[in-house]
């Protein structure tokens, strides 16, 4: 079963939205194409199929018992993606459902199987679009983001066939979840460091996302003295300095500018307006709230030295996830009777799975990559640590089955 895994993989790394690399946003074309393809793939393993009121793709596998367990990750992808970060999750959980099918079996609970519309948020800037949805979190204020062409979230979700005005509604009960498992590339040097193939996660770090920036003026580059200049970049240039800095200063925390914008964006024009992303993680949630606070006054503090006006709008506030102890136990002891020995380890990215926390228990399996690499093209995973996967979440669900028997 790796081995078609893999080609599917393959296959999915061809939807993109640019030539020659992978990028796949949400409501995009290519994000359409993927979801038909998967659930193509869900009906042959014995699945109903359905796309919920953002563009989540659910097959569910009816069992001989209430309640649902969800096994999923994220079809989307960053700008030129690799091919297996969250595809890889979705495809082995599709693998799992298909071998109970192709045996005829049913267990005690039903399984859906969710590839989430939006994990990383390329398009908006809001991490989790998809997981926030289905796990009943979501926040409606986010509907008004506009994307780089000015189109609002809410024009994108029913452009992609959803219901915006359904997002913040109607969520299913909470005792209809029986918990949660998500499998992930480990996107770090961890496992393949130790020589293990699969660990299982601790805790997903708490994460911030901002969009900051300076408003200044606008002006020519050859005639505006140096003295008298309001120019946004600059103060923009400071504060990603900063971000860094800040960081460095506080063990375990990180932050990331990877977007950074300039109006009017000619070559012999002063920046009159530049913006940023900021992304701030740390396991807890106090030391990056304090680090997010910080940055936010010396955002004030370099906009007041260069006459300009400051700009701060926090886009999402994910806390820290704590993986269930007992469903991580029970993760646990389905890699100890495939492989040698569990390793347990936290996680600095975030996942679908930190949202569904939220809902309800949720454990994280992680996957060795090569290097570490993720979020490239370079990205890679051998087809033998996809075998142990599917094998460690196949057993997984039959310790479940037992338990709940």
Not at 51 to 64: K, M, T
Not at 146 to 153: A, P, Q
Not at 373 to 387: G, K
Request: hydrophobic share 40%.
């Amino acid at each position: 079963m790796a081995g078609s895994v893999m080609e599917r993989c393959e296959l999915l790394s061809k939807l993109s939205e640019e030539p020659h690399v992978l990028t796949r946003p949400y409501g995009s074309r290519a994000m359409g194409e993927a979801n038909e393809a998967v659930a193509r793939w869900m009906r042959e393993a014995g699945m109903n199929v359905r796309q919920d009121a953002v563009g989540n793709l659910i097959g569910r596998y009816e069992g001989a018992g209430g309640g649902t367990f969800v096994l999923g990750s994220h079809l989307d992808t960053v700008r030129a993606a690799g091919k297996y970060d969250g595809v890889l999750g979705v495809l082995v959980a599709v693998a799992c459902v298909q071998r109970l099918h192709v045996r005829g079996e049913r267990l005690p609970f039903s399984v859906e199987v969710v590839g989430f519309a939006d994990e990383e948020g390329l398009r908006f800037g809001t991490a989790f679009l998809g997981s926030s949805v289905y796990a009943g979190l979501f926040d409606g204020r986010l509907l008004d983001l506009e994307d780089g062409d000015g189109e609002s979230l809410r024009d994108a979700v029913l452009n992609f066939g959803g219901d915006p005005e359904a997002l913040a509604r109607g969520a299913r009960e909470a005792s209809d979840f029986l918990g949660y498992c998500e499998v992930h590339i480990e996107q770090g040097p961890v496992l393949e460091d130790l020589g293990l193939q699969v660990g299982v996660v601790t805790s997903i770090n708490g994460q911030s996302r901002v969009r900051a920036g300076f408003a200044g003026h606008a002006g020519h580059a050859g005639t505006v003295p140096m003295k008298m200049r309001k120019d946004a970049l600059c103060a923009a240039a400071e504060l990603v300095l900063e971000v860094e800095k800040a960081a460095r200063s506080r063990p375990g925390a990180v932050g990331t500018v990877g977007e950074i914008s300039a109006q009017p964006g000619a070559g012999n024009v002063i920046p009159g307006e530049a913006f940023v992303s900021l992304d701030l993680r740390h396991p807890e949630d106090e030391v990056r709230g304090r680090l997010r606070d910080h940055l936010e006054d010396q955002t004030r503090k370099i906009a007041a030295v260069r006459g300009c006006e400051p700009v701060w709008k926090a886009h999402q506030e994910i806390p820290a996830a704590r993986m269930d102890p007992q469903l991580s136990g029970l993760l646990g002891r389905a890699v100890e009777e495939v492989v040698p020995a569990v390793h347990r380890l936290p996680s600095g990215a975030g996942h679908d799975a930190a949202l569904m926390a939220a809902r309800c228990p949720a454990a994280l399996l992680f996957v060795r990559c090569e290097r570490g690499i993720s979020h490239h093209p370079a990205e890679a995973v051998a087809e033998e640590d996809v075998e142990v996967a599917i094998a460690v979440t196949a057993r997984f669900l039959e310790l479940l089955a037992r338990d709940r028997a």
